[in-house]
Nanobody, 126 residues
Framework: QVQLVESGGGLVQAGGSLRLSCAAS????????WAWFRQAPGKQREVVAV???????IYSDFAKGRSTISRDGARNTVFLEMNTLKPEDTAVYYC????????????????????WGQGTQVTVSS
């Protein structure tokens, strides 16, 4: 049973930064796609960033230029760094993983990911 455990969320002031971590119970190389999603109250879950096994990345428009998704194979951990945080970034952030490769257009869709963490709350105060 694959387990993903997020950490690093919390309360931060607008303009601040956070580094979220997603620790996997098995080698992250066994998954082809990794992603961070977020869900704010009353809103649908949306992708923040995607990272493939070949280190290709996709960022949502709101994340471009102020976010970085990365991985550390030795620690079996995937990271999301976000800078210049805004109150509208307030949400529960989830990491997700998929073992099989999928086409580019599908990589940002939550329904294609097999494994999910429990989420970590990020609250940005104005």
């Amino acid at each position: 049973q694959v387990q993903l455990v997020e950490s690093g969320g919390g309360l931060v002031q607008a303009g601040g930064s956070l580094r979220l971590s997603c620790a996997a119970s098995q080698t992250i190389d066994s998954f082809y796609h990794w992603a961070w999603f977020r869900q704010a109250p009353g809103k649908q879950r949306e992708v923040v960033a995607v990272l493939t096994k070949r280190e290709a990345t996709i960022y949502s428009d709101f994340a471009k230029g102020r976010s970085t998704i990365s991985r550390d194979g030795a620690r079996n951990t995937v990271f999301l760094e976000m800078n210049t945080l805004k109150p509208e970034d307030t949400a529960v952030y989830y990491c997700a993983a998929r073992q099989g490769r999928i086409i580019l257009s599908a990589r940002t869709e939550a329904r294609h990911y097999d494994y999910w963490g429990q989420g970590t709350q990020v609250t940005v105060s104005s």
